[in-house]
């Protein structure tokens, strides 16, 4: 099983700040990285796709960097609709597209 | 339009059995997989497997083999997860998601399992 970790697990930062998300998988997985985006009760939404490819309509401040084993995700210019949990995933193994454990993302 | 409509919240009792389902409309229900995606009260997403509507392949996370099974109705372009005896710790929320060769792109609404006696 490829193994998915995320850091920071929580992060407060200012509206209109940077923000970089990392995360790591156990075992090389070329490209095959998604991020997520989920608020409170609700359903996740496809940010990310491939590492690096955003997916239509999601706004151009989000996006994501890296391969192998190594990702990054970044707001640049924090927004308070961001307020969220985002979360890594990686296919590159099945049977199991495992989730990064998140990192909650709120305003200071 | 792409949406994905999960039948309603359930609350069972521990050893109930329980079949939840994921009804597809705006595509071709037979050309994409569907996954089924876990979230524990205030935790995080555990991706539990994927089924093939076109031809009903099925895998299975290793976490979830033999804990659930997923199933497909073409015919009704709708999917199921269920359970044979569901446990305490079976209590929450379940996504299906739509598997866009490379990512989850529609999810549906959710379905809220509460397992209690």
């Known amino acids: 099983d490829i193994q998915m970790t995320q850091s920071p697990s929580s992060l407060s930062a200012s509206v209109g700040d940077r923000v970089t998300i990392t995360c790591q998988a156990s075992?090389?997985?070329?490209?095959?990285l998604n991020w997520y985006q989920q608020k409170p009760g609700k359903a996740p939404k496809l940010l990310i796709y491939?590492?690096?490819n955003l997916e239509t309509g999601v706004p151009s401040r989000f996006s994501g960097s890296g391969s192998g084993t190594d990702f990054t995700f970044t707001i640049s210019s924090l927004q308070p609709e961001d307020i969220a949990t985002y979360y890594c995933q990686q296919y590159d193994n099945l049977p199991s597209f495992t989730f990064g454990p998140g990192t909650k993302v709120d305003i200071k | 339009e792409v949406q994905l409509v999960q039948s309603g919240a359930e609350v069972k009792k521990p050893g109930e059995s329980l079949k939840i389902s994921c009804k597809g409309s705006?595509?071709?229900?037979?050309?994409?997989?569907i996954g089924w995606v876990r979230q524990m009260p205030g935790k995080g997403l555990e991706w539990m497997g994927i089924?093939?509507?076109?031809?009903?392949?099925?895998r299975y996370s290793p976490s979830f083999q033999g804990q659930v099974t997923i199933s497909a109705d073409k015919s009704i372009s709708t999917a199921y997860l269920q359970w044979s005896s569901l446990k305490a710790s079976d209590t929450a929320m379940y996504y299906c998601?739509?598997?866009?060769?490379?990512?989850?792109?529609?999810w549906g609404q959710g379905t809220l399992v509460t397992v209690s006696s």
């Open positions: 705006g595509y071709s229900f037979t050309s994409y997989w």
């Open positions: 491939d590492a690096s």
């Open positions: 998601a739509r598997w866009r060769l490379k990512a989850h792109d529609y």
């Open positions: 075992q090389d997985i070329s490209n095959y």
């Open positions: 089924i093939y509507p076109g031809d009903s392949d099925t």
